[in-house]
């Protein structure tokens, strides 16, 4: 699987709009890019997945450059219940692991 | 509730002792998986299930530690002789058939403290 890589730690205030990028410089050709949501004491959550482009959904958007070295989780308009730590995973369509790094907290403040 | 579900959500247990760790995955949902989780750190594979086989142990499956999934179904973890470095969260989550880039569903997990 292609490693990732992404910030340790975002902080933010609520209302604004956060944008978590993710670096997958070895990102394969049949790879899609997908984010989890954990909060403290509960399982990851999935958030969103794409592979190329744009995707939205009723949580977020994940924008995705030509070159899918990299990719953007973007969360509008955060509240303090996005308090959360979120991962970035890539993988193909066949793998049946997911290996999850660090992953990046992000903290939202009054 | 129709997600993955975990029992039980605690479980202290001195060293030496066995528990046993269940997982009810999504209903239909054919692939069940097993991670562990340690403070600051994301979760680590530990195995996966396609139905009734199990068809991938990670290196940190030691053979004190033992998973089933009998009829496919609901999946069991049992950890033998547990040491206090088995303190963790253990979580569970299940997938469909692979559609797209394997989206899996976790369970809230079930939190190990050896003492």
């Known amino acids: 699987l292609a490693k990732t890589t992404q910030p340790i730690s975002m902080d933010s205030y609520e209302g604004q709009e956060v944008n978590i990028t993710c670096s997958h410089n070895?990102?394969?050709?049949?790879?899609?890019i997908t984010w989890y949501q954990q909060f403290p004491s509960q399982g990851p959550r999935f958030i969103i997945q794409g592979y190329k482009t744009k995707v939205t959904n009723e949580v977020a958007s994940l924008f995705i450059p030509a070159d899918r070295k990299s990719s953007t989780l973007s969360l509008p308009r955060v509240s303090l219940s996005d308090t959360a730590v979120y991962y970035c995973l890539v993988g193909d369509d066949g793998y049946s692991t997911l290996t999850f790094g660090k992953g990046t907290m992000l903290l939202v403040s009054p | 509730d129709t997600g993955v579900s975990q029992d039980p959500r605690h479980k202290i247990t001195k060293r030496g002792q066995n528990v046993t760790f269940r997982c009810d995955p999504i209903s239909e949902h054919n692939r069940l998986y097993w991670y562990r989780q340690t403070l600051g750190q994301g979760p680590e594979f530990l195995t996966y299930f396609q139905n009734e086989a199990q068809l991938e142990k990670s290196r940190l499956l030691s053979d004190r530690f033992s998973a089933e999934r009998p009829k496919g179904s609901f999946s069991t973890l049992e950890i033998q002789r547990t040491e206090q470095g088995d303190s963790a969260m253990y979580l569970c989550?299940?997938?469909?058939?692979?559609?797209?880039?394997?989206?899996?569903?976790f369970g809230a997990g079930t939190r190990l403290s050896v003492l």
């Open positions: 070895n990102i394969a050709t049949n790879d899609y």
């Open positions: 989550a299940s997938s469909p058939s692979l559609v797209g880039g394997n989206i899996q569903y």
